[in-house]
């Protein structure tokens, strides 16, 4: 391929090994790569942040299920004054005035609950995992989606790059055909032709800039950065692309990944919380202990004094209980079956999420076969077409060729060029997407 007068041009040539390293265009120091944005956007997402206090919620429940098997202790004590008539022993009415003080404290063991406390405290910490893993989850969901923008910001940048060698063509396509026009080898019109080509080629990358610009300003967002000033992303190390059979990213998939996993923690905590509603049926036996006195006064009356009324009144209780259930007004029965209503929901969602990475991960497979064929013919097709280029930019600079000839080979080379761009990092995607389900993920 020939690069006279055309170092411009160079684009084509790079295009063609478009696998190479990508280098973002304003890039410097401080520039992100891949991981610290992913790093980054997982600490800081305010969805994440907030599945990170339901782990905490769950764990306190676990606490809360494990104080149950301890006993309750109480201490009361109140006072009472009464004013008015009441009835004497004579069967008469008369003015008294009444005081009543009392205290107590009361201990209760929970000896046997049906079983309850063992199940819900089997319950809390099955709920606990399900939390873990939806945890999990979320931080996957952040680091897909940071996959996803990343590569969408250096595809735009890509498109930058190649739309800004075709405004430098169409400058020198104008500069070249002023100085003809001047010298009378070649109509006005063409230099007409030229600038209104310049305009259209200089707006179509200003859109590109702006569609950039706008994909890294998205890309800023979902890290929670309040302001993407000074922010920059890296090219990737390598293409990092291989493409593994859909049927072993699928069965890695359902074993580790972590949305399938909670779906399936969900089913084993909607299990263990069917055995706690049908706690209800079981009987339940306690310990019971108290002790405690009082005083009581009444106007008109020799009153025993307060401090001989506490001994004297003193007592002590100890005793058991047993609570059995006979009918419940069918409480018990519409806990265990909702509880069970609530099982089979689970079931669902957790097939329901097995069929959809089914889904996701064939799809991005067949996806990710047809973007690389497209790619390789898209190679082949930019290789030809820069030759072609090239073969009328020479007829051009030696006046067989117009400009009109000379714009429509221009413009075949930058469709070609996009499609190459497209192509490619359309399969970066789709590998990447398998690579995060059979790895369980990429960072």
């Known amino acids: 391929m020939k690069t006279s007068n055309g170092s411009i041009y160079a684009l084509a040539g790079v295009i063609v090994a478009v696998c190479a390293a990508v280098t973002p265009a304003g890039a410097h120091a401080e520039a992100w790569s891949l991981d610290s944005c992913i790093t980054y956007a997982v600490a800081h997402n305010i969805s994440v942040r907030q599945q990170a206090l339901q782990i905490d919620d769950s764990e306190l429940t676990v606490t809360q299920a494990k104080d149950a098997f301890l006993p309750t202790l109480s201490a ?6 009464n004013f008015g008539r009441g009835l004497t022993a004579d069967n008469t009415y008369a003015d008294r005035n009444t005081t009543n003080f009392q205290w107590g404290v ?3 063991l929970p000896l046997f609950q049906g079983l309850e406390n063992v199940r819900r405290l089997k319950y809390a910490k099955s709920a606990l995992q399900q939390t873990l893993l939806e945890y999990e989850a979320a931080k996957d969901d952040i680091e897909l989606n940071v996959i996803t923008q990343y590569l969408q910001v250096l595809y735009a940048r890509e ?12 400058e020198y396509q104008l500069e070249r055909q002023r100085a003809l026009a001047d010298a009378g080898k070649v109509a006005e019109a063409e230099v007409y032709d030229l600038e209104a080509q310049l305009a259209q080629n200089r707006l179509q990358l200003v859109s590109a800039q702006g569609d950039a610009r706008t994909q890294l300003i998205t890309l800023a967002n979902l890290l929670q950065l309040g302001d993407a000033e000074g922010f920059d992303i890296q090219g990737l190390d390598g293409d990092d692309a291989y493409l593994p059979a859909a049927s072993q ?3 890695q998939a359902l074993a580790t990944n972590n949305s399938i996993l909670a779906a399936r923690a969900a089913i084993t905590a909607a299990k263990d919380n069917v055995a706690v509603a049908k706690s209800g049926w079981i009987p339940k036996l306690s310990f019971g202990a108290s002790t405690g006195s009082q005083y009581y006064s009444v106007s008109g009356f020799d009153n025993e004094s307060f401090g001989n009324q ?3 009144n003193y007592s002590t209780y100890f005793g058991f209980r047993l609570s059995i259930p ?3 007004a069918f409480s018990t029965r519409n806990s265990v079956r909702r509880a069970r209503l609530q099982q089979i929901q689970a079931t669902l969602e957790a097939e329901r999420r097995e069929t959809e990475i089914d889904k996701t991960i064939r799809l991005a497979h067949t996806q990710a076969v047809a973007s690389r064929d497209q790619y390789k013919a898209s190679q082949e097709s930019l290789v030809a077409t820069g030759k072609a280029f090239e073969a ?5 600079d030696l006046g067989r060729a117009t400009s009109y000839e000379l714009q429509q080979a221009s413009n075949n080379l930058f469709r070609t060029e996009i499609s190459a761009i497209q192509a490619r ?5 789709r590998c990447r997407i398998l690579q995060f389900y059979q790895t369980g993920g990429i960072s």
């Open 106 to 108: 009361s201990l209760n």
């Open 310 to 312: 506490m001994r004297h």
């Open 249 to 251: 990213v699928l069965e």
């Open 159 to 170: 498109v930058v790059k190649s739309s800004q060698a075709q405004v430098d063509l169409s």
């Open 76 to 81: 009361d004590a109140s006072e009472s004054f």
């Open 326 to 328: 006979i009918f419940d």
């Open 392 to 396: 009328v930019r020479e007829k051009f």
């Open 425 to 429: 990092y359309d399969y970066l995607l």
